[in-house]
Antibody, heavy 127, light 110 residues
Framework: QVQLVQSGSELKKPGASVKVSCKAS?????????????MNWVRQAPGQGPEWMGW????????TYAPGFTGRFVFSLDTSVNTALLQISSLKAEDTAVYYC???????????????WGQGTAVTVSS | QSALTQPPSASGSPGQSVTISCTGI?????????VSWYQQHPGKAPKLMIY???KRPSGVPDRFSGSKSGDTASLTVSGLQAEDEAEYYC??????????FGSGTKVTVL
């Protein structure tokens, strides 16, 4: 069984940066390999629905960003420890949200499903 | 891309069925058989209930079923149970390696 464990809540001031980690683990029978499944990032602002931020190809490290998540948002990997990373710079109050990582269901292509989610990381931006 | 359109709320009594619609356009829902549905309880992460329009991940009860016609996808929950009360979101592949989520539907079990 695959698990995604994210880093803890963050409280940041406007203009600061934050890095969220998402560590993947899988028990042996699952046959899960980190580099074989795309990783998505999803934002959920308070009281709102999920918003897809983009994804990263865990084999090549190539990120794709959704419109509205270019410039200040960076997806990266540390494949040595099966970890996906999200960095947000120049934080604004409107970045206050829960950020989730979510594994693609079938592999390294987007086929319409995120079957394993991290527990979410709450990022609060406030002066 | 714009969010997919879902009704804000739906309800049914225990044992009844409820169907939630998810309307997009030809470049997302209508263009691909890559619609998924997520259940979210308050304070929890979303849970995948249906992917690729009709497929259920292991462990999801067969009371949950999905379908699609044209630009509209649907999720049906049969034999409603108290634990089905939650927010439900659809999502669709939208081309160029992009996804879009729906606006969400709050399902209430009366």
């Amino acid at each position: 069984q695959v698990q995604l464990v994210q880093s803890g809540s963050e409280l940041k001031k406007p203009g600061a940066s934050v890095k969220v980690s998402c560590k993947a683990s899988g028990s042996k029978p699952s046959g899960y390999k980190f580099i074989n499944y795309a990783m998505n990032w999803v934002r959920q602002a308070p009281g709102q629905g999920p918003e897809w931020m983009g994804w990263i190809d865990t084999n090549t490290g190539n990120p794709t960003y959704a419109p509205g998540f270019t410039g200040r948002f960076v997806f990266s990997l540390d494949t040595s420890v099966n970890t996906a990373l999200l960095q947000i710079s120049s934080l604004k109050a409107e970045d206050t949200a829960v950020y989730y990582c979510a594994k693609e269901v079938l592999g390294l292509v987007l086929t319409g499903g995120m079957d394993v989610w991290g527990q979410g990381t709450a990022v609060t931006v406030s002066s | 891309q714009s969010a997919l359109t879902q009704p804000p709320s739906a309800s049914g009594s225990p044992g009844q069925s409820v169907t939630i619609s998810c309307t997009g356009i030809s470049s997302d829902v209508g263009g691909y058989n890559y619609v998924s549905w997520y259940q979210q309880h308050p304070g929890k992460a979303p849970k995948l209930m249906i992917y690729e329009v009709t497929k259920r991940p292991s462990g999801v009860p067969d009371r949950f079923s999905g379908s699609k016609s044209g630009d509209t996808a649907s999720l049906t929950v049969s034999g409603l149970q108290a634990e089905d009360e939650a927010e439900y979101y659809c999502s669709s592949y939208a081309g160029d390696n992009n996804y879009v989520f729906g606006s969400g539907t709050k399902v209430t079990v009366l």
